[in-house]
């Protein structure tokens, strides 16, 4: 699946954002190694501190699911071109490799790309002992 493709399916996916305190909607499309893409978006609470962003929720999809091994995500909001917050990145780190792509943009035409270690260096992560363990668990 292309950037561009990923990307639409963000952008349709925001259209579900539930953004009613800050009306900042995110859509996210995450695509997994075997190229199945779980849609994730931004769910605000009243107490603010219980929101959950799109690209977590997109992660808790595909998790809750059995999928844990992903190539790309692409982020869409009803401002532009966002990248994601550090808790999301931490929250990519636990799944992804260095490699792993963050697309954004202010629409289809403008995507941005880059790779997690570009925006989480020096995260932190178990050791490959517990990875493997997280593999089984
Ligand atoms: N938000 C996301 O969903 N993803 C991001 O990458 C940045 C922020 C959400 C959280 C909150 O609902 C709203 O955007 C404003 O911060």
């Given at each position: 699946?292309?950037?561009?493709?990923?990307?639409?399916?963000?952008?349709?996916?925001?259209?579900?954002?539930?953004?009613?305190?800050?009306?900042?909607?995110?859509?996210?499309?995450?695509?997994?190694?075997?190229?199945?893409?779980?849609?994730?978006?931004n769910?605000?609470?009243?107490?603010?501190?219980?929101?959950i962003c799109a690209e977590r929720?997109?992660?808790?999809?595909?998790?809750?699911?059995?999928?844990?091994?992903?190539?790309?995500?692409?982020?869409?909001?009803?401002?532009?071109?966002?990248?994601?917050?550090?808790?999301c990145?931490?929250?990519?780190?636990?799944?992804?490799?260095?490699?792993?792509?963050?697309?954004?943009?202010?629409?289809?035409?403008?995507?941005?790309?880059?790779?997690?270690?570009?925006?989480?260096?020096?995260?932190?992560?178990?050791?490959?002992?517990?990875?493997?363990?997280?593999?089984?668990?």
């Open positions: 699946m292309t950037d561009k493709e990923l990307f639409k399916l963000a952008l349709k996916a925001k259209d579900k954002a539930y953004a009613p305190f800050s009306k900042f909607a995110v859509g996210a499309a995450l695509l997994s190694e075997d190229g199945e893409v779980f849609l994730g978006v769910v605000e609470n009243s107490s603010y501190g219980a929101t929720s997109a992660f808790v999809q595909a998790v809750s699911k059995g999928v844990r091994a992903f190539s790309k995500i692409a982020v869409a909001t009803s401002q532009g071109e966002a990248w994601p917050c550090g808790i990145r931490q929250f990519m780190k636990e799944f992804c490799d260095d490699s792993f792509e963050i697309i954004s943009g202010s629409d289809e035409e403008h995507l941005v790309t880059h790779t997690l270690l570009e925006l989480l260096p020096l995260g932190f992560k178990l050791d490959d002992e517990c990875n493997q363990i997280k593999g089984k668990v």
